[in-house]
């Protein structure tokens, strides 16, 4: 036997329902955050990748120095 505590049939019901609910709103947040990135592309708020990725190492490098100071 495993050692996982058993529900009764009640609380599966109630924990399923409640996991599905939470999916729910992760998946409706996922859709707006695509939604959002879809309109940023048809409003031309798009970057180079190699632009992208020379922000994002300044950045670190600054963080780097900042912290050896």
């Given at each position: 036997m495993d050692d996982c505590p058993r529900l009764d049939s009640g609380d599966e019901n109630d924990g399923a329902a409640a996991q599905s609910a939470s999916n729910q709103a992760h998946l409706?947040?996922?859709?707006a955050a695509v939604q959002r990135g879809l309109d940023?592309?048809?409003a031309g708020r798009v970057a180079d990748v190699e632009e992208a990725f020379g922000r994002i190492e300044a950045m670190l490098d600054e963080l780097e120095a900042a912290k050896r100071a």
């Open positions: 409706l947040e996922l859709r940023d592309i048809k």
